[in-house]
């Protein structure tokens, strides 16, 4: 194994050699909700995020 992987290959290997497929959506949903963190923050799209919650 290489010592240097990104976090993304290292999530990647897990999923495929563990079979965890389950995770994927989970994982996909906490980095939309991040997104959003993000863009609610501080931008002129903050009030229709906040129209969505």
Same mark, same amino acid.
């Given at each position: 194994?290489?010592?240097?992987? @990104?976090?993304?290959?290292?999530? =990647? @290997?897990?999923?495929? /050699?563990?079979?965890? =497929? =389950?995770?994927?959506?989970?994982?996909?949903?906490?980095?939309? /909700?991040?997104?959003?963190?993000?863009?609610?923050?501080?931008?002129? /799209? @903050?009030?229709f995020?906040?129209?969505?919650?």
């Amino acid at each position: 194994m290489a010592k240097n992987k @990104s976090l993304l290959g290292e999530a =990647w @290997s897990f999923l495929k /050699v563990r079979k965890a =497929w =389950w995770l994927t959506p989970i994982i996909i949903m906490l980095a939309l /909700v991040g997104v959003f963190i993000i863009l609610a923050q501080s931008s002129a /799209v @903050s009030p229709f995020i906040y129209a969505l919650f």
